[in-house]
Every structure is written in C-alpha cells, then in structure tokens.
C-alpha cells in the first residue's frame, strides 16, 4: 500500500477520534458495517467513491474535500482567502498525533479545544 493510502486511513481514524466517534457510531451513521470501517482505518481495505460519500457528513468533511484527501480529486489551487484558525488539524499534526494511543490523542484534542475556545475569546 501506498503511503498516500495509510495516510488517509490515518487521517479518517483521527477524524473519527476528532469527532468523538466509536466505530459503532460511526457505522450507524453512515450505513458502513463497522468492520469494513475498521479495514479501511486499518488501510486494509481503500473506500470507494460511494462509502466516501457516506462518511462524509458523519466526519465532518465536504464531499469533495474528502475526495481530494482519497485522490480521486485533484486539489483546487490555493484562493486568496485564508481560512480561520484551527478550522482544521493540519494535516502533519494529524498524521503524527494518529500516532500516539487513543489516551494522548484524546488529551490532545482537548487542549486544542480549549485554545480554540480562548481564541474565539480574543
């Protein structure tokens, strides 16, 4: 497999765990058995453009957003408009933190939760 593919199983674990989803969940939400769900995060199985579209809205993403993470979309080139802070984890944190057990990456999505909260104060 690729590492463009272990990236993205990645990148779906962490948006699962972002969203404080179990696999359970995240199954009846979209209508994906758990198990392929757990495949596809363990990079053993690569979704098709149809289960795409049904763990798009349950993760958060734009369809076309995901897309483009899955390579079935080319990026659209950068716009002059910048995002709003922590609207997104970049997409080497997410890689690293997709790394660490549950327990830290959990911690960690916490802290940045509440820097996100105190910059909205600002």
Excluded: C, W
């Excluded at 058995?33 to 993760?59: C, D, N, T, V």
């Amino acid at each position: 497999m690729t590492d463009n593919r272990n990236n993205f199983a990645k990148i779906l674990k962490q948006k699962r765990i972002m969203a404080e989803l179990t696999l359970h969940q995240l199954s009846v939400a979209s209508g994906v058995s758990a198990s392929h769900l757990g495949r596809i995060e363990r990079g053993e199985r690569y979704p098709s453009a149809r289960i795409l579209r049904k763990l798009a809205k349950p993760l958060g993403f734009e369809e076309s957003e995901l897309f483009t993470l899955a390579d079935y979309l080319t990026p659209k080139p950068p716009t002059e408009v910048e995002e709003p802070p922590f609207t997104r984890l970049d997409s080497y944190v997410a890689k690293v933190l997709s790394e660490e057990p549950v327990e830290i990456q959990r911690t960690v999505i916490g802290i940045l939760r509440v820097l996100k909260s105190m910059a909205r104060v600002e």
